[in-house]
Antibody, heavy 121, light 109 residues
Framework: EVQLVESGGGLVQPGGSLRLSCAAS????????MHWVRQAPGQGLEYVSS????????FYANSVKGRFTVSRDNSKSMLYLQMGSLRSDDMAVYYC??????????????WGQGTLVTVSS | EIVLTQSPGTLSLSPGERATLSCRAS???????LAWYQQKPGQAPRLLIY???NRAAGSPDRFSGSGSGTDFTLTISRLEPEDFAVYHC??????????FGQGTKLDIK
């Protein structure tokens, strides 16, 4: 069974940093591109970042470019999102999601349950 | 960058009725690379439809997707009580960054 479990969310002050983790299991992690998507309270889904199977290619939304860094450790089946210079509009539930196996950039077929990031002084 | 606009924002229907949800793209979506997700309160999104019209594993056959180019539709033929949720569309043509619509809330009339 495919499982994605996020952790690392919490309360952080504006300007602070936080690292989110996503533990993957039930599939060959190194064969799937991975993504981070967030959802602010009461809002829709917002794309955050993507990383290729080997970590060599990454993408970011303009809103987080230069502040967030996505990475992965295929030996541990782990996905990470290092977030810096956090702002109030970064406050959201952050989901990790799996790209459909096949190596390309496609739809997100499995999602984690999310981890809440609260930015407040 | 493609912008997706979903309509209506909220749709109020009764169980047994047919639901039609729209997702319009600001430019053509390549290879009909359009997905639909269902999200219930407090839960993560769940994939329903990919490639504009392909049902994901486990999606009931009352859900169907159609459309091409810039106009896409999610249809629920006969609403069941568990179908009342928020529905999101997403384009994934080419490479990221991806775009999501703002969501349509389907609630019970």
């Amino acid at each position: 069974e495919v499982q994605l479990v996020e952790s690392g969310g919490g309360l952080v002050q504006p300007g602070g940093s936080l690292r989110l983790s996503c533990a993957a299991s039930g599939f060959t992690f190194s064969s799937c591109a991975m993504h981070w998507v967030r959802q602010a309270p009461g809002q829709g889904l917002e794309y955050v970042s993507s990383i290729s199977t080997d970590g060599g290619v990454t993408f970011y939304a303009n809103s987080v470019k230069g502040r967030f860094t996505v990475s992965r450790d295929n030996s541990k089946s782990m996905l990470y999102l290092q977030m810096g210079s956090l702002r109030s509009d970064d406050m959201a539930v952050y989901y990790c999601a799996r790209d459909s196996p096949g190596g390309g950039w496609t739809y997100l077929d499995y999602w984690g349950q999310g981890t809440l990031v609260t930015v407040s002084s | 960058e493609i912008v997706l606009t979903q309509s209506p924002g909220t749709l109020s229907l009764s169980p047994g009725e047919r639901a039609t949800l729209s997702c319009r793209a600001s430019q053509s979506v390549s290879s009909n690379s359009l997905a639909w997700y269902q999200q219930k309160p407090g839960q993560a999104p769940r994939l329903l439809i990919y490639g504009a019209s392909n049902r994901a594993a486990g999606s009931p056959d009352r859900f169907s997707g159609s459309g091409s180019g810039t106009d896409f539709t999610l249809t629920i033929s006969r609403l069941e009580p568990e179908d009342f949720a928020v529905y999101h569309c997403q384009q994934y043509g080419g490479s990221p960054p991806y775009a999501f619509g703002q969501g349509t809330k389907l609630d019970i009339k």
